[in-house]
């Protein structure tokens, strides 16, 4: 059923059913994200993936059907997670636990993916979220700028800037993998 | 949405692994049972009601203490009121009272869940 569809049945029907496929729908790509946001703790973020869905839940009466849901649901998520880090001090996970979530991809794909987010620490938190959001999540720049309540010109600048450093870090990752070889 | 089709963005995207569900939905939407995001006027009815047979309970509760007859109580609540209630009386008063109010403080928290 689409996403429209499932939000109508939770709105008229109280259809919790339908507000649970939803969660499936989206809840992969939204652990991911807080996973990557918090530094790779995964209770952390599982943690606050359900308060972002249970707020979701409460507020779905609020949801505008012109909007998109992903775009609605980002920004409850950033909001939940930018809450979070004023009262505490996130620490990042260790390298090491990085490849737990790894086990379903080759190692040559592990590998990549652990110099990606080697990669992606080295940029400051908006450049992270915003090369997040807009390259791996596939927002526009404009949704990106609705979601972290940032002027459309920043955000591009934090994706430039980020992509740029990325693009930097990577090729320096990949020459030093070569010359081990 | 956005089209970011460079090699910088396909390496993002395929790094990214799919997260398996785990139980992650079926806790959340127990979570979501237990705290639904209205009350609906069935519920608020019986709110209503159990906050006027909470009322109810506490004043026979209060009309038992301020009427004790225990020297000991008196001292502490109400030292210049005497009725002549025997301590038995007394204790089942404040217990009918209490036992009320605390069964439909409950009764509501059940019936608001």
Redesign the interface.
Known sequence: METAALIKRVLQFGDQHAFAQLVQQHQSALRYSLRQWVGWDTSLADDLAQEVFLKAYRKLHQFQAQAKFSTWLYRIAYTTWLNYIDKQRVQEAPLDELTEARCDKSIQQAGAAIDIERALRQLTVPQRVAIHLCLQRGFSHGDAADIMNLPLGTVKTHVNRGREQLTHLMRDYQEAANGNA | ????NDS??T???????????GG??D???Q???G?P??IRPKQQRAMWLAVAITLLGSSVAAFGLSHASVPDLQLLLVPSWRTGFTPAELMAMLAAGWCSALFMGGLALVKLR
């Open positions: 949405m956005a089209t970011h910088l963005t390496q993002l995207q395929q790094a990214e692994p799919h997260i398996a569900d992650f939905t806790q959340l939407m979570q979501i049972a705290q995001h209205v």
